[in-house]
């Protein structure tokens, strides 16, 4: 009986994940072009903004191959225009977000965020990195 049901339950998971992949959200991964950048203080800052921050608050989001299998592409669909909802680098316009806010955010380990940086070990920046991208922004978006 317990194996009966087992067997049950993962039929049903399977048939369940086949059908999920029928929901269209999160399969349309175009970038829309660059309009403006901000204007950067040196190479080195766009350089780890492009490292640390480009896949979401950016035109320029390098979709993984996961990111068309339900339901991680339902998560990054909504991660990714939840981010340039907040400031796109690429549609860079000043007041969209504050530089200070920014700095604060990079200096205090909140971005980029731990489940980013979990599959995407290339972002994780060391304290130094971390101070010269928040002093970057700082003298970039203004």
């Known amino acids: 009986m317990l194996k009966r049901i087992i067997v049950f339950g993962l039929v049903a998971a399977v048939v369940l994940f086949g059908l999920i992949q029928l929901v269209p959200f999160g399969k349309d991964h175009t970038n829309p072009p660059t309009v403006q950048e901000p204007n950067w203080d040196s190479p080195a ?5 492009s490292r640390a921050c ?7 989001t390098v979709w993984p191959w996961y990111s068309t299998i339900a339901p991680a592409s339902w998560l990054l669909a909504m991660d ?5 909802d907040h400031f796109n680098l690429s549609d860079w316009h000043p007041g ?3 530089p200070e806010r920014m700095a604060k955010m990079v200096r205090e380990h909140r971005m980029p965020p731990a489940r980013y ?12 990195e971390r101070e010269q991208l928040a002093m970057g922004f700082l003298n970039s978006l203004k």
């Open 80 to 84: 990714t225009a939840g981010a340039r």
């Open 96 to 98: 969209d977000m504050t």
């Open 45 to 49: 800052t766009r350089e780890l903004a």
């Open 117 to 128: 940086l979990m599959l995407h070990p290339e972002a994780r920046l060391t304290d130094a």
């Open 54 to 60: 480009f896949d979401c608050h950016s035109s320029e």
